[in-house]
């Protein structure tokens, strides 16, 4: 039965545990460009604010980040009081590996709207990358009591507690993510791995067993060479580019 639940352990671990692949542009720093759109939208001075926000936000949800953060430092440069700018220039940061940068433009939307659960969340998000997992735990509350029904913060702040050690936390908060989302094979993992590291074996298993079945029907036998966490599975799965497209939008 161990080593069972170890092996599967292994499997999910390589695919579950990384919040999210770092994208492949995330060399790039922010320039001072001018947003030009090579369609013609034209130089800044010369564009509106908010075609400067509907041109960024098509940027970013194509990945495009360093074109993207051109556009929302343009925004900010003209209304200082825009938190919705300050907010994406948080994601495009976070996008580019530059997490302390994020933290600092989250705080600043959040500032502007103390309302927004979604600057709180991701600004705990940019400090879970950095291993800032109290102060990331504290984010993730305070978006759960601006909104309760935010499947991502219980989700991460499941995750956090299960990081930090804390795998009793780790199971209530994945056990209430469950409640929104119980065909969510990856917060059945996670709360069968935190089960595990409590010493419940059997629970662990029948946890680590829902996860497979929701993961895929029909699972191949498992592999180094042939993991169905690895690989994009036949029958279903997303493509890379459409799960880069998802990730942007979690921003």
């Not at 600057?119 to 940019?126: A, I, K, P, Q, Y």
């Not at 989302?181 to 680590?208: C, E, F, I, T, V």
Request: with cysteine; proline share 3%; aromatic share 12%.
């Amino acid at each position: 039965m161990k080593r069972n639940i170890c092996f599967i352990l292994i499997a999910f671990l390589v695919s579950v545990i990384p919040l999210y692949a770092q994208e492949k542009d995330s060399g790039n720093s922010l320039k001072s460009n001018s947003p030009v759109d090579k369609k013609g939208v034209g130089k800044a001075s010369d564009v509106s604010v908010k075609e400067l926000m509907r041109v960024g936000k098509i940027k970013y949800m194509n990945s495009c980040f360093r074109e993207a953060g051109d556009c929302f430092r343009d925004v900010v440069a003209r209304e200082p009081e825009n938190g919705e700018a300050w907010h994406f220039l948080g994601g495009v940061m976070h996008h580019l590996g530059q997490y302390d940068a994020a933290i600092e433009y989250y705080t600043k939307a959040i500032k502007l709207d103390p309302a927004a659960y979604h600057s709180f969340h991701n600004r705990g998000l940019s400090r879970h990358y950095g291993a800032q997992y109290d102060s990331a735990i504290q984010d993730y509350s305070q978006a759960i009591e601006l909104n309760r029904d935010y499947f991502k913060s219980w989700y991460f702040r499941g995750l956090a507690y299960l990081e930090k050690g804390e795998y009793a936390r780790a199971v209530e908060d994945f056990n209430v993510a469950l409640l929104m989302q119980p065909h969510n094979h990856k917060a059945w993992y996670l709360k069968g791995y935190a089960r595990y590291k409590m010493g419940d074996a059997q629970a662990a298993s029948g946890d680590y067993m829902q996860a497979l079945r929701l993961a895929n029907q029909a699972l191949p036998e498992y592999s180094s060479e042939n993991n169905p966490y690895l690989i994009n599975r036949k029958g279903g799965g997303s493509t890379s580019d459409e799960r880069e497209k998802a990730r942007a939008k979690s921003f």
